[in-house]
């Protein structure tokens, strides 16, 4: 019974917290747009008469004052209209939703493929503590976090992709075309992973009741796993809800590199192009994903460890 | 990222009991391995940076469209009076390497060092208020690091134009929100133990007890954040140049650097290999001398 | 750390819960992919695929925004009263045209033709679509190319009359991207530019993906005989770096706007091969001679057009895909050429001389602006001729920005100093020698009345002779007060697979695919 009002308070407070996130984060997007200079000029093109001027102006309340237009900037967004995209030609909230599937795709396989060789190295660099397995293992991981994302892309392509002809540059409809961009992401989720695991394998390990267990003769394997594992899984857990935000947005130069069609390359080409709604729509969009994952997370670890709802 | 761990494993810390076994500490008086490479990799790095122009005659931005394309001295076709070969404008790359260290290196110390601040400023602030306060900053924090850094980033730059200043300031908004958030909760804690209670009832001003009590109980978790934050600062410069909108073109730049040798990949692999080893060996340095100080400081673990 | 059973079962929960969300999360991407992306060449048999690093931005192809990916893209699927072909105007759905008086054209058109939904073509559907440019409502990016029309009127179902108000001598040209469109099935969608659109052109449309790719299936009853391939797709891939792996991948067949550092590995490549035209287009710097400042100084730019080594830019940065302008932006192919002009030739000391004659003994700072990825190596070009102008004396500080940034600081006059652009001839000067007169719709950098006279007069009137005259003594004018800087006539490079035979480069930068075929089985 109390444990049932925990978890439901803890959720509760939890959950308040997101639309006062947006709002912050509506604001600061709100405040960088219209602090850079004239809106209007940057969204039409140089021909606009100013007829064309004043009618954009009008039509979007640039001629009344901040707090108006944050208003109904905010009131429209609530909404789900982020503008219209006069390069993408239909509405900026439509081309984000569109690009987010592929963006959630390479982030869902980076993190399955990441925990599954995380764990797995993690479990191996342990159990080989000190030893040159786990000094070689040990150096992969802090490699992976080292590299430029886009490096070890560019890498990876040329010799994948060129020299050997092995597997497609770029394949939003190939499974094979998944892998590249795949391996490039997840390489920067194993280390964390596997560091993680490691540690917490390491620490089962040296469990006083393991040797208990060892002396009573039961097969000490299957508890080292089992156990390690537990102990494990929160940070783990934690780890991956902090991963996954930087994941969506972070793929940013990933996506670029293989050209991947996600919603962070659409960032990166919106701004480039100065297409200020999708700009705004995808910056939005993908902090409230991200909120919501770790809103997710958060409730996972709160089940799981009731320790977490304390705080 | 390590930072992220440190994070993760930095709640694990706080959270969990105190391990029924601890192994005893044995290396206690020989340096770590971790601390020994990657101090000597940033030393390296750093005096690469400060003594460049005794390390290198070239000047990394003068242009011989002539010489363009050279590869390494040891490649057929290199030269030595390009050590590593030139660019696609045949400017030396040796010496765009040493001195976009200069860059590489001060711009994420300074991002860093501002957020640093900013950020553990604004941690003792908040774990000081009440909760109005402490919820405002929160949430601004949340809202930071829901937003991801490079599209930020980026927009800032696109929007405000690029200069060295201006990618410094870009950098540590995206930074600070780390130290707050992590040092929120020790500074809560440590504010709320006895002897901090009794110093302020026997009339020590605040900023007494926030000097004297507080700061050295966070003194390592800030050092040890602000180093693998210099990682990261250092890989999120090299992609902002690598797209255009980092260090500005008249200055050498790892990103750039990587930028320009993208386009010549087939036939010039050095122009991108060379200046993504240096940032990767940098951030390596990076990460290994934090991974060793965060277990000096934390023997735990 | 102390567990029990129960905390155990809800740690597999816990996991369980966690890997079903991350699976969820995969499926949701996998099961949109699948929803999202139509099988190309499902009808069988081969399939070219091109791509280029842009598309059009619209599918409506009488609307804004319509560049050199809209004109590729619409004409696969859409013919034109005429085309222009080997240098003269040939008949497309008009058999032929005659000048009826200078202010009427008369058109008799094509018989037996029919859209691809079945609905016939005839006058009406001309004068429909000439009308729907002209609408000031629709904004077509074409209706700028018919400034002088009046009217349209259909004499009978096969004949139709233009009336213009002045002589148009670019009515022809403008008629090569006048795509007819259907009046019944444009009015079945409210009048609104349909999503599934048909046309009369070799090919017929079956799918767009914005920013990705179009999908064209080939027309067996195309009154020019059916296009060699089933199916065409034309792929957007922006990265040249993408577009180019995947090409040597065998992913893509014509690869257009190959970059330039990576002409040579193609060149290699066994199963590919590298086309190129030169194109009637110039690369240029411009100046802001508006503002004052030393670009005001004629001095000053014939200077600086002594102080940059094309040569050597040619042979390094572009290598040697282009060639110099010759003291114009015209080339040889282009009405108003003038044979007498040639390039400024590299002489820094002529440089400095200049300079100081015109009281920059010492140079002076500067500013080159230009767009990142839009002209071949622009980027690279603004940051080398800053270091050329730095030898005489002149600081340039190169400022690349994108070039949606960049375009709108032309546009809005911001852009000076000096800043590279490409100009392109649109097939005829009376539609190009716009930007360097006062009358620009690009920005204001310019205000000679001489030259503004001499192109006035070159465009109102239908004798060839005289415009070309005329259009000689501009070249001329602009040459001698160094009114831009001189660069080079681009050519553009494809990256063409072995399979593919029948493709012709074309020095307009536009593309025709019907008589292209692919050996070999489908991509």
Known sequence: ????????????????????????????????????????????????????????????????????????????????????????????????????????????????????????????????????????????????QSMPSFWLGQMLILVFAVKFQLLPTSGYNSLAGLVLPTLTLAAFLIPQILLLTRTAMIES???????????????????????????????????????????????????????????????????????????????VLLALVVMLTNLAVDLLSAAIDPRVRVS | MFVDQSLALAAVDDKRAQPAAAPPPRRRHRIRPSLAVGGGILIVFALAAVFAPLLTSWDPM????????????????????????????????????????????????????????????????????????????????????????????????????????????????????????????VVRSVREQDFVSASIATGQRPLNVVVSHILPNVASSIIVITTLQIGRMVLLEAGLSFLGLGVPLTSPAWGTMLADGQKYIHTDVYLSLLPGLAVTLLVVGVNLFGEGLRRTLNPRN | ????????????????????????????????????????????????????????????????????????????????????????????????????????????????????????????????????????????????????????????????????????????????????????????????????????????????????????????????????????EMRVIPDDATRLDSFMAGEVDINMNLPISTIDTVKRHEEASVMHEFSRAALLLEFDTTHGGPMADPLVRQALNYAVDKEALIATILNDTQRPLDGQVESAASLGYNKSLSAYPYDPEKAKQLLAQAGYPNGFETVIN??????????????????????????????????????????????????????????????????????????????????????????????VEKRQRLYERASQHMHDEAMALFLTQPAMYYGVSKQVTGFVPRDDELITLQDVAVDGEAN
């Open chain 1, 1 to 144: 019974m109390g444990k049932r009002t925990d978890v439901l308070s803890f959720a509760a407070k939890r959950m308040i917290r997101v639309p006062v996130v947006l709002l912050f984060v509506m604001t600061v997007v709100f405040g960088l747009v219209h602090s850079a200079g004239n809106v209007v000029d940057q969204l039409l093109p140089p021909e606009a008469t100013a007829e064309q001027r004043a009618e954009l102006t009008r039509q979007l309340d640039l001629d009344k004052p901040l707090w108006a237009q944050f208003g109904s900037f905010l009131a429209r967004s609530l909404q789900g209209d982020f503008g219209f995209s006069v390069f993408y030609h239909s509405p900026a909230t439509s081309i984000v939703l569109e690009r987010l599937p592929a963006s959630l795709m390479l982030a869902g396989l980076s993190i399955m493929v990441a925990i599954g060789i995380g764990i797995g190295l993690g479990i191996l660099s342990a159990v080989r503590a000190g030893r040159f397995a786990d000094v070689l293992i040990n150096a992969v991981a802090v490699l992976g």
């Open chain 1, 205 to 283: 390990l040296e469990q006083q009741y393991m040797l208990t267990a060892q002396a009573k003769g039961l097969p000490t394997r299957l508890l080292v796993f089992r156990h390690g594992l537990r102990n494990a899984l929160n940070p783990i857990i934690a780890s991956i809800g902090l991963q996954l935000g930087t994941l969506l947005g972070g793929a940013v130069l990933t996506e670029s590199v293989f050209g991947w069609p996600g919603v962070g390359r659409l960032g990166v080409e919106a701004i480039l192009h100065r297409d200020l709604p999708v700009v705004v729509a995808t910056v």
């Open chain 2, 62 to 185: 003068a242009q011989d469209l002539e010489a363009r394309l050279s590869p390494p001295a040891w490649v057929d076709g290199g030269s030595s009076t390009h050590l590593l070969g030139t660019d696609s404008f045949g400017r030396d790359i040796f010496s765009q390497l040493l001195y976009g260290a200069r860059y590489s290196i001060g711009v994420a110390c300074a991002s860093t060092l501002i957020a640093g601040l900013v950020g553990v400023a604004l941690a003792l602030i908040a774990g000081y208020s009440n909760r109005w306060t402490s919820g405002l900053i929160m949430r601004s924090v949340d809202a930071m690091q829901s937003l991801p850094p490079v599209l930020v980033a980026l927009m800032v730059a696109a929007l405000f134009g690029n200069s060295v200043v201006k990618l410094t300031l870009v950098l540590a908004v995206t930074a600070w929100p780390t130290y707050t958030r992590i040092l929120f909760n």
């Open chain 3, 1 to 232: 750390m102390a567990t029990s059973g129960g905390t155990s079962s809800k740690n597999r929960r816990g996991v369980l819960r966690l890997v079903g969300y991350v699976a969820a999360a995969m499926m949701v991407g996998a099961g949109s992919t699948a929803c999202m992306s139509p099988g190309s060449g499902d009808a069988g048999g081969s399939t070219l695929v091109f791509a280029e690093g842009t598309g059009p931005s619209s599918i409506d192809p009488l609307g804004p925004g319509i560049t050199g990916p809209g004109l590729r893209a619409w004409r696969q699927m859409y013919d034109t009263l005429v085309w222009f072909e080997d240098g003269k105007f040939v008949p497309q759905l008009a058999t032929s045209w005659k000048t009826v008086d200078p202010l009427t054209w008369e058109f008799t058109l094509r018989e037996n033709v029919k859209f691809h939904n079945g609905e016939p073509f005839d006058a009406n559907a001309v004068k429909f679509t000439m009308d729907r440019i002209l609408d000031p409502a629709q904004n077509a990016t074409q209706r700028s190319r018919f400034g002088t029309v009046d009217s349209v009127e259909v004499v009978d179902a096969t004949t139709v009359r233009i009336h213009t108000k002045k002589p148009s001598p670019v009515l022809l040209l403008g008629l090569t991207q006048a795509f007819i469109v259907p009046p019944k099935h444009t009015a079945e969608n409210g009048g609104k530019a349909p999503d599934e659109p048909v046309g009369t052109g070799p090919f017929k449309f079956v799918s767009w993906r914005q920013g990705e790719k179009i999908s064209f299936t080939a027309n067996e009853d195309y009154w020019g005989g059916a296009p060699k391939v089933q199916n065409l």
């Open chain 3, 370 to 463: 230009g767009p990142i990825g839009k002209y071949p190596a622009d980027r690279d070009l603004v940051i080398a001729i800053a270091a050329q102008l730095e030898k005489v004396g002149v600081r340039a500080t190169p400022n690349v920005t994108d070039f949606g940034s960049f375009i709108q600081a032309v546009g809005a006059t911001k852009a000076g100093p000096m800043f590279l652009i490409g100009w392109y001839d649109f097939g005829d000067p009376a539609l190009s020698t716009s930007w360097f007169t006062s009358e620009s719709t690009l920005g204001q950098y310019y205000a000679d009345p001489t030259y503004d006279s001499l192109i006035a007069q070159a465009s109102s009137t239908l004798d």
